[in-house]
């Protein structure tokens, strides 16, 4: 069972280039999240889905995009990348239910813009 | 909304010794509370929750953590603290009441010293 699944892991953009994070998890979870994390800091969520076809912002949404067209995948674009971007970035879906609501995070994807 | 403070950016704890992690909330309703670790250049790894019952919760790695809902902190704790546990520490909490949003505190980075 392989959880959650970020490609690529690394990747060097230049100003105004575009890209797409890619996020699949195999759980069957409703939920999934996009965070970032600059450097000594905490993680901040940038959109969330709550089930296919539904997404909605978090805390810092400017500057990127998402879709969830199925259960499974949850991919963040960020169409015109800024040095703000270089970040790592974490996919993560948490289930629901007791037994199950720890989120399980995928393993990072390191940005860097120049 | 809900909110996670970690009060301390950085906690030192000679190897062998007691440690502490603080950890307090805020949420309208009743909470899940989660501690993640995350070692360097790794994604977040969960480490206990608390759903309900018994405020003492055990995780893996010899961590513990105590819920008091009086003070709405969740502290994490080990007895005796491992070169090998220096990382950085997110408490997490979960509203269950709102739609399963998981919000993150800004982390505090532990450093055992042999």
């Known amino acids: 069972n392989a959880g959650v699944t970020q490609t690529p892991k690394f990747r060097i953009l230049k100003i105004g280039q575009s890209m797409t994070l890619q996020c699949t998890q195999d759980?069957?979870?409703?939920?999934m999240y996009w965070y970032r994390q600059d450097p000594g800091m905490g993680l901040k969520l940038i959109y969330y889905?709550?089930?296919?076809?539904?997404?909605d912002k978090g805390e810092v949404p400017n500057g990127y995009n998402v879709s969830r067209s199925t259960t499974e995948d949850f991919p963040l674009r960020l169409e015109l990348a800024a040095p703000s971007q270089t970040s790592v970035y974490f996919c993560a879906s948490p289930g629901t239910g007791d037994m199950n609501t720890e989120a399980f995070f995928g393993q990072g994807t390191r940005l860097t813009v120049v | 909304a809900q909110s996670v403070a970690q009060p301390e950016d950085q906690v030192n704890v000679a190897e062998g010794n007691p440690l502490t992690v603080k950890c307090t909330y805020s949420?309208?309703?009743?909470?899940?509370l989660f501690w993640y670790v995350q070692y360097p250049n790794r994604g977040l790894q969960f480490l206990l929750k608390y759903i309900t019952g018994d405020n003492l919760v055990k995780g893996s790695y010899g961590f513990e953590a105590e819920f008091n809902k009086s003070q709405t902190s969740f502290h994490l704790k080990k007895p005796s603290a491992l070169v090998s546990d220096s990382a950085l520490y997110f408490c997490?909490?979960?509203?269950?009441?709102?739609?399963?949003?998981?919000?993150f505190g800004g982390g505090t980075r532990l450093m055992v010293k042999p």
């Open positions: 889905s709550v089930g296919a076809g539904i997404t």
């Open positions: 997490a909490v979960r509203d269950r009441g709102a739609g399963n949003m998981l919000t």
């Open positions: 949420v309208s309703g009743n909470p899940y």
């Open positions: 759980m069957n979870h409703n939920y």
